[in-house]
């Protein structure tokens, strides 16, 4: 049969009709046939809502496309060309958990950042690498687009443990940055060069003019003026310009983690005390989307889900795939395996670069050596992740140790391994790996204290 099929693992996702919207701008370039939603049997129900708006979506359409929904993984995946993940491993109630219970004792609990962020690679890993063994043996030829968060730790996972290379990891913070930016300086996108380097959620970006003069310091003096395209999901802490001037490069958005630390977990503790962390905020703008889903007249992508803080998702997953497809080397920063692209790292670790895109996939741009500050922070972060995906792979408590000792938003001691131990707890129906370290737990008495995140245990 003519045409692409593509399976999406998590279909049920809000960010769905985002997927769509990007597909059907690329249908000329990307011919799809028929798209496969598959879910679990908890998100069944919004698999059903969401998956009848995406086939409103093409039938408002020029192209006809079809639908299917499924909770048969390896029906979805069976001769697919391209798998992408968006799922979330016991669904927004563990970013719940993964928030709370760290926040309780006052540090941050962020989704991919910090303790939070460990534990949801904890419960997601294992999935992705049972998914690459069904595409090994349902559609060895596919490409895997890996959204799924953490990311970085995800995709690394896949190529690391999962011996797998057709794949690419994607996030929306660099397309946000690429597509707000210009614009500062009064020029087009496709007007300036950008290099990139570091892994997911945590990279820097330096950026040229069509004549190759750096212009990098000219947009950190803009961005102190402007709007600096911040994703919805992040407190819009200002850096510190010195900082910047002195880096010469420009950091996501996620670095006011890192950078202003003390400033963005005060402001997190607050929204915990108050009006509920990012997770139980989001719960509600999920909710509000799905109620508007539900509209049998509603045929595109609605501006509420902007406030999602995945905007310009279908820029970065399905360029992607129409690049791959019709091997039209875009460039786009993905997460891929480093080779040589950033020095201060090993070749066959996953970094988070600029590359082009076609047929045979990510050829990474290089950006060499990283000033002395960020090359030590760059590679605190890279062990603390293979530490945390080695935890994930094989369940071994004192590698789990390591990596919340390493990881910059943990402080280490005592309080550390308690909230360490009460997310084991929390999560324990989704880290079998870890079976032994929890009846020890179990037995030893520990038990969750934040009541919000007991309650959905």
Known sequence: MTGVKIATIGGGSSYTPELM????????ELPIREIWLVDIEAGKEKLEIVGEMAQRMWDASPYDVKIHLTLDREKALKDADF??????????????KDERIPAYYGMLGQETNGAGGMFKAFRTIPIILGIVEDMKRLCPNAWLINFTNPAGMVTEAIVRYGKWDRVIGLCNVPVGAIMVEPGLLG?????????FAGVNHFHWHKVADLEGNDVTLDIIDQLFKEDNGLPKNIHDIPFYKEQLHQMKMIPCGYHRYYYRQEEMLDHALEEYKTIGTRAEQVKKTEAELFELYKDPNLDHKPEQLEQR?????SDAACETIASIYANKNTQIVVSTKNNGAVPDLPADCVVEVMAYLGADGARSVAFGELPTAEKGWLQVMKAMELLTIEAAVTGDYGTALQAFTINPLVPSGDTARKVMHELFIAHKAHLPQ????????????????????????
């Open 21 to 28: 919207e990007g597909f059907i701008k690329r249908y000329e």
């Open 83 to 96: 798998v992408t993940t968006q799922f979330r491993v016991g669904l927004l109630n563990a970013r719940v």
């Open 187 to 195: 020029k087009k996108e496709n007007e300036l060069i950008y290099k």
């Open 309 to 313: 803080g995945g905007a310009h998702y």
């Open 434 to 457: 870890f079976k032994e370290t929890i009846e020890r737990l179990e037995k030893e008495g520990v038990e969750v204290h934040d009541e919000v995140a007991k309650d959905l245990i």
